[in-house]
């Protein structure tokens, strides 16, 4: 089973799809000095501290629909013939925050200008995890009201809505780094972080590619009687 976007003679149209992730995060230490004096020579120190951590996932999925011949389009179950044009969209959001406790132990080694260091921390604590689902049909007929109706076709009025959990996670990072003095007060750096977040949940994750068409606000069998409630949603 499919849906036409553009077919010769009897439709045109087109998909455009966007995905966007954004990625940050806070974080505020004590440090204790283990070993190493002065400015030069090795030097460890353990840190104590917490973190924050937000993760935003976002999957957006539109259709541009434009009969050019009568009788290939529906909406609603009723026709959806030349003038008039459609359009639906799937939203898919996933947010992701982190609260937790840190503890971590890094060092460093200074000889001349040159500088070498390196650590790793983990922070343990909950994410909060929020999934969005959205998705809607419009008609457009020249000279009339546009009409909307819940659902596009990955998200319909089965899995629309928002939903929550809270999740235990761990998030261990690594980090080594090279800096060299260029004169006092002043120096170049250079280094490479690892991090990994144990518990997140995806935008791209929460589709259900299992579809009942007789809740597809465009398909031609809308509005008949039975089939399974999908799209679904489980986290």
């Known amino acids: ?34 070993s190493g004096q002065g400015s030069t020579g090795p030097r460890i120190e353990v840190l104590f501290g917490t973190r924050y951590l937000r993760l935003h996932d976002q999957l957006l999925i539109q259709d541009n629909l434009t009969p050019t011949a009568p009788g290939f389009l529906t909406f609603l179950g009723g026709p959806a013939d030349p003038p008039t044009t459609m359009s639906d969209f799937d939203r898919f959001t996933a947010n992701n925050d982190f609260d937790g406790a840190q503890l971590g132990v890094r060092s460093s080694l200074t000889a001349d200008r040159w500088s070498f260091g390196g650590g790793a921390k983990l922070a343990f604590g909950i994410t909060r995890q929020t999934v969005g689902i959205d998705g809607a049909t419009s008609l457009f007929t020249p000279g009339a009201p546009t009409l909307t109706a819940p659902g596009g076709v990955l998200a319909q009025v089965t899995n629309i809505g928002t939903y929550k959990s809270n999740q235990f996670a761990f998030v261990p990072e690594l980090e080594l780094n090279a800096g060299y003095e260029i004169f006092p007060n002043a120096a170049i750096r250079v280094g490479y972080n690892v991090i990994y977040w144990s518990n997140v949940v995806r935008a791209g994750e929460q589709i259900d590619r299992t579809i009942n068409p007789f809740i597809v606000p465009s398909d031609t069998t809308f509005g008949t009687p039975g089939g399974p409630a999908r799209p679904a949603f489980t986290f």
């Open 1 to 34: 089973a499919s849906y036409v976007d553009s077919f010769p003679g009897f439709m045109a149209g087109g998909i455009a799809i966007n995905s966007s992730t954004s990625f940050w995060g806070l974080e505020a230490n004590a440090a204790k000095r283990l």
